[in-house]
C-alpha cells in the first residue's frame, strides 16, 4: 500500500510572514535539494562537542506532561 504524499507548495509571497532578503533565501534553500548521510555526518561535525557538566544540567525531555488515559 502507498501512502499518498500530499504536500502544500508554499505561496511564499503570500502564506508567511517574510522580508524580501527572505524569499530568494527560501527559494536558494529550496532547490539545494537533501543532504546525503556524509553531508549530515560533515553538518554534525561542525558543531562543538557538548560538554559532560551542560549535559548532566540538562532536565531531560520538556514540554507538556505525557498524555495518560
Known sequence: ?????LYKVLDLEGDIPAS??????SRRA???GLMTFE???RFLESFPPASHDALRAS???SG??????
Open 1 to 5: 500500500m502507498k501512502s499518498l504524499k
Open 20 to 25: 524580501i532578503e527572505d524569499i530568494p533565501a
Open 30 to 32: 529550496r532547490n539545494t
Open 39 to 41: 553531508q549530515y555526518l
Open 59 to 61: 532536565n531531560g525531555l
Open 64 to 69: 507538556p506532561a505525557p498524555f495518560e488515559l
